[in-house]
């Protein structure tokens, strides 16, 4: 699942900061992507959000250093929520 998670994530990435050519892996940070800053990161996370049906708190959001954190945040929500 996790693969399918960072495809999806890429996805969101891309299409939120209109970043179709950009090279994107688990190390990419914000400073990576043209427009990423702190208020396009709510925007990218709302999305994150719709798309996975998840809640990310302003303390997850704190601690998100690069995509992969990201990816492991999502993999990690999904996980808790096939445990209920």
Same mark, same amino acid.
């Given at each position: 699942?996790?693969?399918?998670?960072?495809?999806?994530?890429?996805?969101? @990435?891309?299409?939120?900061? #209109? $970043?179709?050519?950009?090279? @994107? %892996?688990?190390?990419?940070? #914000?400073?990576? @992507?043209? &427009?990423?800053? #702190?208020?396009?990161?709510?925007?990218?996370?709302?999305?994150?959000?719709?798309?996975?049906? @998840?809640?990310?708190?302003?303390?997850? $959001?704190?601690?998100? &250093?690069?995509? &992969? %954190?990201?990816?492991?945040?999502?993999? $990690?929500?999904?996980?808790? $929520?096939?445990?209920?």
């Amino acid at each position: 699942m996790s693969n399918d998670v960072f495809d999806t994530v890429v996805e969101v @990435i891309r299409r939120t900061f #209109s $970043a179709q050519d950009e090279q @994107i %892996d688990r190390d990419t940070v #914000s400073f990576d @992507i043209d &427009g990423w800053d #702190s208020l396009s990161q709510t925007n990218l996370l709302l999305e994150i959000e719709r798309r996975f049906r @998840i809640r990310v708190s302003c303390e997850d $959001a704190s601690e998100l &250093g690069n995509v &992969g %954190d990201l990816v492991d945040l999502v993999t $990690a929500k999904l996980a808790d $929520a096939q445990r209920l």
